[in-house]
């Protein structure tokens, strides 16, 4: 059975969200103190340290549903591109999409943070090859395997 391409773009937005929740999870682990030191309290939001210890569930609600629209609009793009992406492979034409995302997304976002957040270098250099290179690249290759 054939799925239509709507479903096949919600389908490839699930699984990104779910790449995309487990490679944060493992970039956090790997930086926790960072989280835990308190001279960043503040710059954390209200949603992620409304009160001591571990996020809240509604923090983690929102993750998920972030990551989901995010993975929603990437997914609708790939949709409609997918055609200019010559090479034979859903997992070639994802690398180069998730690379792409990675170049318009991760970077400047990336250069953003840098200026505006008062947060440790080696953090924001962590997001950005976990939580943007590496998600980007894996999250692009599922979403060219799955709306082909």
Request: hydrophobic content about 55%.
């Amino acid at each position: 059975m054939k799925l239509s391409l709507n479903v096949r773009i919600i389908l490839a937005a699930i699984v990104f969200m779910i790449i995309a929740q487990i490679i944060h999870t493992l970039s956090t682990i790997l930086t926790m103190d960072y989280y835990y030191n308190p001279a960043y309290f503040l710059i954390w939001s209200k949603i992620m340290m409304s009160i001591e210890g571990p996020p809240p569930a509604e923090f983690y609600y929102y993750s998920l549903a972030f990551a989901f629209i995010t993975g929603l609009i990437y997914s609708f793009i790939y949709s409609r591109i997918r055609v200019f992406f010559k090479q034979k492979s859903a997992l070639r034409k994802g690398l180069k999409y998730g690379f792409a995302l990675f170049l318009i997304a991760g970077i400047p976002s990336f250069f953003t943070m840098f200026l505006l957040i008062n947060l440790p270098f080696e953090l924001l250099i962590s997001w950005l090859i976990f939580d943007s290179l590496i998600a980007y690249l894996i999250g692009g290759m599922a979403i060219a395997k799955i709306v082909k």
